[in-house]
């Protein structure tokens, strides 16, 4: 089992940017691919971007693609998410989720996750 925390949510003005961390422990972090995903009220969580193992390989949702950027620091055991261009529509909690092998945008192919950290996009 991995365990996550997820850091560096907050309140921010439309157009404003944001960095999220994601500090791993347990199961060798180098072995997971990691995804960040979202839930809004009312709404199901959403894949936002995940990273390979070795952070050479991406993958963004439509909604999110040349604003934000995931990356990993395997020495570190942490991976980020940036966003930039914040908008009201991205305001969400999100949660960082780890699974062994390939990144997968299904939320249910992650055994791992964290407790989440909200974001708030104001108009």
């Known amino acids: 089992q991995v365990q996550l925390v997820e850091s560096g949510g907050g309140l921010v003005q439309t157009g404003g940017s944001l960095r999220l961390s994601c500090a791993a422990s347990?199961?060798?972090?180098?072995?997971?691919?990691m995804g960040w995903f979202r839930q809004a009220p009312g709404k199901a969580r959403e894949f936002v971007a995940a990273?390979?193992?070795?952070?050479?390989?991406?993958g963004y949702a439509d909604s999110v693609k040349g604003r934000f950027t995931i990356s990993r620091d395997n020495a570190k055991n942490t991976m980020y998410l940036r966003m930039n261009s914040l908008k009201p529509e991205d305001t969400a909690v999100y949660y960082c989720?780890?699974?062994?092998?390939?990144?997968?945008?299904?939320?249910?192919?992650?055994?791992?996750w964290g407790q989440g950290t909200q974001v708030t996009v104001s108009s």
């Open positions: 989720a780890a699974r062994p092998g390939t990144w997968n945008r299904s939320p249910g192919m992650y055994p791992d």
């Open positions: 347990g199961r060798t972090f180098s072995r997971q691919a």
């Open positions: 990273i390979n193992l070795s952070g050479g390989m991406t």
